[in-house]
């Protein structure tokens, strides 16, 4: 959902730790002053280990982008236990209101989304994520008429426009200073999906 | 508005040639592999002048976003002879179908974007053109409920809310490869700009 902290569970501890490393260079850095170097300064073992691994700093992103794929597809497994109007509030307090940390998580996405239109093997991988996200906001809409919560809507066209409206608050939150009036994009967001959906549309 | 060409008309022609060459370099390289040798590689005149004029290739980015905040301020004066729901067609067009000038000019901005978490210079610019692209289409919303075409509403919720939506959508083309169904997401936001402003909202 780009909006949580990864490393929650890692059987590869050396390859978490590499990744661990990329990430907190990442958030410090940005991407275009990301450096192996820095990468390693972050490592708790040799940095020699790094590049029996890795050609360089954009295969530790793309092996890092890979991990946050595989962990959003767990995140969203589990959340199948709430009910539909319940998981439309959590995806949009995470995605909306995230916490410093998740902030920090948003700005790093950005740097590398930002290298993304040069770089074939990132486009790659924030293909899949999007579809991801995708596929979950599509699962809560079905979930909530399959359920009788909600209207029966085109769910693709539901998700690809809530996807698009919260990948764009991010985008603007992340690469400006004023941050608009969240809470006003929230309200109008909770309008527009009671509207769609019906009046229990969000928890 | 982010997808529309610069460089229309420019008095200062070095500024406007450095400037040129610039964008040039950026939408072939993105920002991470930009340097003022590629920035040189694409300005008819000496590298020497690009030094004499700035410290560095950030420094030409910064005063490139100026000139586009600049030419987004007249483009959106000029506009001001279409009503309310032409105006909004038009944003519509330029936003979600720009053409190829108009996709690259979006990569582009993605790429400096990118960097804007960790740059003060650019993230205050782009606070700046984010306020103007608002503005413009509250000045749109007023003038249609003026006209008395569109619904009374509340004008930078609505705003805030569609130019979220827009930038999502940009941020999403100029990073993935699947672009997902377009006229989906313009279907989509049609119904809403229908149902929040009345059933004239787009032309």
Redo the contacts between chains.
Sequence with gaps: MESGAPFNAESDETRSQMLRATYDALQV?????LTIQRIADEFPKSKSLIYQHYGGKDELLVDFLELLLEQFETVFEEDRSHDAPARLERLLDHMLSPGPEGESFV??M??????????DA???R??ET??VI?GQVESIVRQGIDDGVFNPV?E???A??V???????G??R?????G??ED??R???ED?LE?RLGPDAVR
């Design positions: 850095h940005g991407y275009a002053e700005r790093a950005t740097a590398l989304r930002g290298e993304a239109p040069y770089n990132f486009r790659a924030f293909t999007d579809r995708r085109d693709t066209r539901v690809t426009f996807v698009t409206t919260l990948q764009g608050a985008f603007h992340s690469t400006t200073d004023d608009f009036d006003a994009l309200r109008e967001l527009y509207s």
